[in-house]
């Protein structure tokens, strides 16, 4: 039996064989793929560490600094635990003078500013609006003002309507000196044993005055 060598022959259909080169191109492809996927959810993930560790910290720095807001002019002054220093000065608005050791037996609060500094000029309506307050509570305020001319003085007191007794400081302001003051304004503590208690830098503020006027009762 002779085979008809001209009928077609079927041939079944299959993917072609890649070449090399075809198939290196795939896998570097899925190697590219697999890189950029894992390194997307790592990244993810340090996101997600890196905000659990952040949040308490940021959380604790923001207890502690409304914490220590309210004493952050509350300085450690040498002054503090001794006598307070006497001084005799001229009152600003009279011909009177003021020996603070006429005053020992009640507790006496000492701000020393001048007309020029600009923070004291921020503090004098907070101090005024306080003054009615402390005199019920039978303290006594006393502002000590800078070697400057007195009419300076006397109109900062009249621009912020101050009525709390104020003094002005020797020319060579050996008051500000003997309280080591180092910048305008401070204010000073005193108890009714004429100890100094405590020492505030900067403008008096309402959580400062409740925090060193707790110090006098002691």
Not at 43 to 51: D, E, H, Q
Not at 61 to 80: F, H, Q
């Amino acid at each position: 039996m002779e085979i008809d060598s001209t009928a077609p022959v079927e041939v079944q259909a299959q993917e072609p064989v890649p070449e090399p080169e075809t198939i290196q191109k795939r896998s570097r492809k899925r190697s590219i793929t697999i890189f950029v996927v894992v390194s997307i959810i790592n990244a993810a993930l340090l996101v997600l560490l890196w905000t659990q560790l952040l949040t308490p910290a940021q959380n604790q720095t923001g207890a502690n600094s409304n914490s220590g807001s309210s004493s952050i002019g509350d300085i450690n002054s040498p002054l503090v635990g001794k006598a307070a220093p006497d001084f005799t000065l001229p009152v600003l608005a009279g011909t009177s003078k003021i020996h603070l050791a006429d005053l020992k037996g009640k507790p006496v609060i000492v701000n020393f500013w001048a007309s020029w500094c600009a923070p004291c000029n921020e503090e004098a309506p907070f101090l005024q609006k306080s003054w009615p307050r402390l005199q019920a509570q039978g303290v006594v305020f006393i502002g000590i003002d800078g070697p400057e001319k007195t009419s300076d003085a006397q109109k900062f007191l009249q621009k912020y309507g101050i009525s709390y007794l104020n003094v002005q400081d020797t020319i060579d302001g050996s008051t500000a000196i003997n309280y080591g003051v180092t910048g305008f304004p401070e204010t000073v503590f005193i108890n009714r044993d004429g100890v100094v208690v405590a020492k505030w830098v900067f403008p008096l503020t309402e959580q400062g005055l409740q925090l060193e006027m707790a110090k006098m009762a002691h």
